[in-house]
């Protein structure tokens, strides 16, 4: 099984990548956007915290933008395609174990994120200073909150929607609103009229870049255990919630 599981992870990877669309938004739009904003905002400039670049917290902004991106304007409309195509019920019906898809999907979203991530660190190292001043575990532990938070929402936008373009146009709708919201399309939040940033206080994505944040400056996550609960549970909801209304075949069809 874990070679089946090992297949599952290269199939995803090379179908989802196959396309040059897919590799910009899903590796080089956030890199982009670390270099693009970090150039109009300065991302080299001090700010009030002794030691602390702009960039300091722009990079964990960036980080939270390319998982967003993965999530909904990958891996939604991409479940839908598989299962508009018939991928999904000519699986169901092998003797693979449904682990095996979900476990497969979630390692190549992982792995395609890590490659947008690692290309936003050295953007943000090699041209504006990007330092982590705090612990690697620490940074590893609030990515990984983050993520909880956030893919279990994508999927179960996938697993509601009954075509790819439903669920192209339902990542859009909310994916979008929420990486500006978030603060992690690089706008800052204090724009935002304050009823509009109380309801993206309670958005994964914006706790994501408070706690990754605060991971990244050496911050003590004590603090954020309100947060880090959040993230766990909206995620393990999701998850439960995206699980139970999956379905394995398209409308119309049988298994």
């Not at 891996?75 to 449904?98: N, S």
């Not at 999907?105 to 050295?122: H, K, R, Y």
């Not at 958005?203 to 050496?218: C, D, N, R, S, Y």
């Amino acid at each position: 099984m874990v070679t089946g599981l090992w297949e599952m992870v290269a199939y995803q990877v090379r179908m989802r990548l196959r396309e040059p669309v897919a590799v910009f938004f899903d590796i080089l739009w956030a890199p982009l956007m670390l270099l693009f904003f970090g150039t109009i905002f300065s991302a080299r400039a001090e700010t009030p915290m002794p030691g602390v670049r702009q960039v300091d917290l722009m990079a964990p902004q960036m980080m939270i933008l390319a998982v967003l991106v993965i999530g909904f304007l990958d891996m939604t409309p991409w479940v839908a395609q598989e299962r508009d195509l018939g991928f999904l019920r000519r699986l169901k019906v092998t003797p693979m174990p449904p682990w095996v898809y979900f476990g497969g999907l979630a390692v190549a979203s992982l792995l395609i994120t890590g490659l947008g991530i690692l290309l936003i660190l050295l953007v943000g190292r090699l041209l504006f200073g990007l330092t982590l001043h705090g612990s690697p575990l620490a940074v590893l532990l609030a990515l990984g909150l983050a993520v909880w938070g956030i893919y279990p929402l994508a999927f179960l936008l996938a697993s509601v929607s009954t075509t790819p373009a439903l669920a192209r146009a339902t990542g859009f709708i909310v994916g979008f609103p929420m990486m500006f919201l978030s603060g992690a399309a690089g706008v800052p939040v204090e724009l935002f009229p304050q009823g509009l940033r109380a309801v993206a206080s309670y958005l994964p994505a914006t706790i994501g870049v408070k706690v990754l944040q605060g991971a990244w400056l050496g911050q003590n996550l004590g603090p954020y255990q309100g947060e880090i609960l959040y993230l766990i549970l909206f995620g393990l909801s999701t998850a439960l919630l995206s699980v139970r209304l999956f379905r394995w075949e398209a409308k119309g069809e049988k298994l």
